[in-house]
C-alpha cells in the first residue's frame, strides 16, 4: 500500500521580481522535472524504520519549486515536515509494521534561472581575507558556521600545502577560487565506488581519487585551513544535456558540490568534479556543514539483516 503527501511548495522568494526575470532572459530560463528514486530490499524482514529525508529542493532567488511529491511505501505510521537549522526542507517518517523492502519517490517540478558569473576585479584575495575577519554585517556573521571544522570537514596542513600557490594575496578573489576548483578537477581523479560515505577528505586527497562527495568535502577543508567560510550543497544534476554539450560527472545520482562566502560578492558556488560554476544544470537541495548534514535519506531500522540499496535519478526537461 502506497501512501502520497502532495505538496504544492509556497516560493519563499519575490514572485514578481522571478517572473520579471522570466521575461527580460526567457533563453536563460530552464524547467525541470526531478525524479529520485531509493528502494531498500532487506534480506530478512525489519519491524520498525526511522528516517529522515533531504530531498524537497530548495527554493531560492534563481531556483522555485512549483510541486514537490514525496511518495513512501509501505504507509508510514507518522511523518512529518520541518525547516532545518539550515533552512532546508525536512522530513520524518517511521514505518512501525513488519516490511521486508522499502521504496521512497521524490519527484519535484524547478525552475531555474541562470547565474551570472562571479564579477571579476572586485576584491583581491588579501582583501577578502580581511574583510572576512573585521566585518561585523549579519550574512558575515551568519556565514562564520561554516568556518568551523565539522564531522567530515576538517582542517589540515595538507589542505594548506595543497593551495600553494594559488592564493596570492594581490589576485582577484573569485579567479583564486577558480584556479582551485580547477586543480582539484585536474588532480583528483573521479572515480565511482572508490570511496563511501565515511571517507574522510585528507584520504581522499591524499589518494588522489574519489566522487563528488570527496571533491566537495576537499574544497571545504581547504578552506576552513585557512578560516574562509565554505559549505556542502547537495542537488541535482542534468541528466542528458543539451545537443552538442558533454554529459556532466554525477548526473547518475545526487550530486554535490561547495559553496564559499566571498566576503561581498556573497556565496560563490563551485563543482570542482565538473570544474565550472554551478547554473541551469545544478539543482540545489539542501545545503550544511557537510554530507552528513544533508544525507538524501538516512535513518535506523530494527532487523532487516543485509540491506541492498538502489538509487535511480532523472532530472529531465518538463
Known sequence: ???????????????????????NEDNSLRRYHVMHRTHYE????????????????RNLPRQQVSRSVIDIDPKPSCRFQW????GNPVEFFSIEEVHSEMTVVSQSEVLLQKTPAPPRGVIQWQELLA????????????AQEFQFDSRYCQAHPAFVQFLDGLLHPSRDAVECLLMLNAKIFHELKYVPDSTHVTTRPLDALQNRKGVCQDFAHILISCMHSIGVPARYVSGYLLTQPPPGQPRLVGADA????????AGPLGWIDLDPTNNIIPSTEHITVAWGRDYSDVAPIQGVYVGGG?????VAVDVLPA
Open 1 to 23: 500500500m502506497q501512501h502520497r503527501l502532495d505538496l504544492e511548495c509556497k516560493s519563499t522568494i519575490s514572485q514578481s521580481g522571478f517572473m520579471s526575470a522570466q521575461q
Open 42 to 57: 532487506y534480506s530478512s524482514e525489519s519491524s520498525l524504520c526511522h528516517n529522515q529525508l533531504h530531498l524537497r529542493p
Open 83 to 86: 525547516t532545518d537549522a539550515f
Open 254 to 261: 545526487s550530486h554535490a558540490w561547495a559553496s564559499v562566502f
Open 306 to 310: 543485509g540491506t541492498e540499496l538502489t
Open 131 to 142: 574583510s572576512l575577519s573585521r566585518s561585523r554585517a549579519s550574512e558575515f556573521v551568519q
